[in-house]
């Protein structure tokens, strides 16, 4: 028995995303229908280092395939400044559900970011208009990459415009687009008022009012993944349709979990969850007007979709390294 092994290279050669993409919005629809089992995320607590380690296990039974997997991983936000490493670290280990054997353990942190986008880009799908062209980014950190990369995979983006208190990140991201795209700097009001909005800060105080957005704009709030993160304010989502990942996440971590412990944001004020949309239950958008807001925590159901992705793909081009893991002869 061989078990893979992935490094950050190999995830984000084989994580093709218009491949993840269909996988992510495949497990959004086998939740909804019950088909997937995804325990609550947990938690450690780590304050003696400014940081914490979860963990996200998940089964996924989609019908002509099966999956399994853990995702362990952490935010440690002073790992860049301190010891030159991301804020954001994470191995997944991709099981086969018949036998429990481990068939790869791979990067998570690339494969983080991969369906994180791909997640984006199945609610841009549904929630904005068909014919949006023009996508902001508040925060030119390493999720925008994925976020540009993944949502104008399903919408015909020409024009980017991404806000950020750091110049050197905003330069570094118009750098690596300037040739694919119209991009350039911008306040957040500017980034706000396009088509679609990726918000990818840490923010704990919103940044992004009711005014700063367009009349159809469609967000993906990607930031908040604790409690006390807000990256967009309490009047912004009473006025928008909200479509969220998963309840007891979004409530506990997510963009609403603070205005919905507060009791200022109530369930009647989320539209539904994403499968809902997958699967016909609830609507996408119907007309032009109107600000939709996806928050996304990130499931780990979608951690197993893209790891079986990446898993087929880099066994199908022999990419990788074969280790014995396991050891059978006994």
Not at 27 to 53: C, H, T, V, W
Not at 280 to 299: I, P
Request: aromatic letters at 6%; one cysteine or more.
């Amino acid at each position: 028995m061989q078990t893979l092994l992935l490094d950050s290279d190999d995830v984000d050669e084989h994580a093709r995303m218009a491949d993840v993409i269909g996988a992510v919005e495949d497990a959004f629809g086998a939740y909804e229908r019950g088909d997937a089992q995804m325990p609550a995320k947990s938690y450690i607590d780590l304050p003696k280092y400014n940081g914490d380690f979860r963990s996200m296990p998940a089964y996924l039974d989609a019908g002509e395939w099966d999956a399994a997997g853990v995702k362990w991983v952490n935010v440690h936000p002073d790992n860049p400044e301190d010891h030159d490493l991301p804020t954001v670290l994470g191995t997944m280990i991709y099981s086969d559900p018949e036998t429990a054997s481990p068939l790869a353990i791979m990067d998570g942190t690339a494969l983080t970011m991969k369906r994180t986008g791909a997640a984006a880009a199945v609610a841009t799908d549904y929630l904005a208009v068909e014919d949006a062209t023009s996508m902001g980014l508040i925060g030119a950190g390493v999720q925008s990459y994925t976020q540009l990369d993944a949502i104008s995979a399903i919408r015909p983006i020409e024009e980017v415009v991404v806000s950020d208190l750091d110049d050197d990140r905003v330069q570094r991201f118009i750098d690596a687009y300037d040739d694919e795209f119209d991009v350039r700097t911008g306040s957040i009001s500017e980034a706000g008022h396009c088509d679609v909005l990726s918000t990818v800060t840490p923010v704990r105080d919103p940044v992004v009012g009711l005014e700063d957005v367009g009349d159809h704009t469609h967000i993906n709030a990607i930031g908040a993944d604790a409690e006390g993160k807000h990256e967009l304010s309490d009047e912004l989502l009473l006025e928008s349709t909200v479509v969220i990942d998963d309840h007891k996440q979004c409530t506990h971590s997510g963009e609403v979990n603070v205005p919905y412990n507060e009791g200022t944001l109530t369930d009647d004020d989320i539209y539904g969850e994403i499968g809902e949309l997958v699967v016909g239950e609830k609507a996408a958008r119907e007309d032009d007007t109107g600000v939709t807001v996806f928050d996304s925590t990130g499931l780990a159901i979608q951690d197993v979709a893209a790891a079986r992705v990446v898993y087929e793909d880099a066994r199908e081009h022999e990419a990788g390294f074969d280790f014995g893991l396991i050891h059978t002869d006994r």
